[in-house]
């Protein structure tokens, strides 16, 4: 168990081992923390940001929620503005103190960040990157500011381009040359003077659309890692698309960053799947998939979706407003806590211990991890 335990903090971390020590910790939590998960409906964008709509005549009704398995580490400076620690502080720096939420090039960061998971809903796009936690070990090491930045600047690229409107190919977009992009942006914000070490797996859905007569929506699914995708077809619970997770090795899958030789370009897979209108998309970090199997993920999706709708849970008309995004941010809800469930739970059977068992290691019972999940569903716009 414990060399299973060293494996699952460091063997994923493109430096030296960590030492055994440090990770006999599997099964605490910190009882004064929550544990209700943290929910939202579209991640934060800068309130000055320009509204770009994308030219599909679909889009995502989504949510998303989160648990971490330990607290959330703050940005350290310049990404986040610490409080003062001086009573004369505020008089010069009140400018800065109104809006401490985390920039990059004095922009607001979009997404949110769980543990070292980082998570983004729009109506076009979402995502979910697990950022390699055992960075925190390490001088300067941040794995959820990598996460979190790349997630960050692959939307702003997706919006610069329009989502496919501003390239010379048909109006289709590139999701893997936005990841391209916002790896390199990420690299640089993080060098010098602002060096901070991490890796990151990475897995977005851009929603777009394809003519063929009347148009039909078109999904576009890029990963890199062992963070998944899945579409779910509510009417027979079916798993009509899944990515396959990328590995080096056992718990050391592909990712980017720091001393990493993968590439967005080189390595990162993009599928283009025919979906229809309410179908289920489904972003999710290996907190899930490592402990909840696909069958499982789509029954509590399509399960929780028919109780909410049924009135289980809101006396809301699912046609008001954006209130099937509240769906489907419960959606996302009842599958972080199925698979908590399973994490912490040290006698179940997993995925994860079934792959342990597979490469010869006597593994038993959950994997506990960071938890993530953005959950959609595919609507067509009125009008």
């Not at 309130?47 to 995502?60: G, L, R, V």
């Not at 690229?157 to 590139?174: H, L, M, Q, T, V």
């Not at 062992?226 to 509510?234: E, G």
């Not at 806590?337 to 040290?346: F, G, N, S």
Request: proline share 6%; with cysteine; aromatic share 8%.
């Amino acid at each position: 168990m414990l060399f299973a335990l060293r494996r699952l903090h460091s063997a994923r971390l493109y430096a030296r081992p960590l030492q055994a020590s440090v990770c006999q910790t599997r099964g605490r939590r910190d009882d004064a923390r929550s544990r209700d998960p943290d929910i939202g409906l579209a991640t934060p964008v800068p309130d000055n940001a320009a509204k770009i709509e994308s030219q599909s005549p679909f889009y995502f009704e989504a949510g998303y929620a989160g648990w971490a398995k330990r607290p959330t580490r703050p940005f350290p400076p310049p990404f986040f503005s610490a409080p003062s620690g001086s009573y004369s502080d505020p008089l010069s720096t009140h400018h800065r103190a109104v809006d401490r939420r985390p920039k990059v090039n004095g922009q607001l960061i979009r997404g949110v960040t769980c543990g070292d998971d980082a998570l983004l809903v729009s109506e076009n796009l979402i995502g979910t990157n697990d950022g390699v936690g055992a960075w925190g070990q390490k001088e300067r090491g941040h794995a959820p500011l990598w996460s979190r930045l790349i997630l960050h600047f692959w939307a702003v690229a997706a919006e610069e381009d329009k989502y496919g409107a501003n390239s010379g190919e048909g109006g289709a977009p590139d999701p893997v040359r936005y990841l391209d992009q916002a790896y390199a942006q990420t690299k640089e914000a993080l060098s010098d003077p602002n060096e901070w070490l991490g890796t990151t797996t990475a897995c977005a859905a851009l929603l777009h659309y394809q003519k063929n007569g009347d148009a039909h929506p078109l999904l576009y699914v890029t990963q890199l890692g062992d963070c998944k995708c899945l579409v779910v077809r509510p009417s027979d619970k079916e798993v009509i698309f899944a990515t396959e997770e990328q590995w080096h090795y056992f718990d050391c899958p592909r990712q980017l960053g720091t001393n990493s030789p993968d590439t967005p370009f080189d390595n990162a897979v993009l599928s283009k799947i025919e979906v229809q209108e309410d179908d289920i998309v489904l972003t999710l970090s290996d907190g899930v998939t490592d402990n909840l199997w696909e069958n499982e993920i789509a029954d509590t999706a399509v399960d929780s979706l028919n109780s909410w709708k049924d009135g289980a849970k809101t006396g809301q008309d699912v046609e008001e407003g954006r209130s099937l995004a509240m769906g489907m941010r419960y959606v996302a809800q009842e599958i972080v806590l199925a698979a908590r469930k399973i994490a912490e739970d040290p006698f179940a059977a997993s995925p994860f211990m079934e792959r342990a068992v597979d490469e010869g290691l006597a593994i038993e019972g959950g994997k506990l991890d960071d938890i993530s999940v953005v959950s959609a569903v595919c609507k067509r716009r009125k009008g």
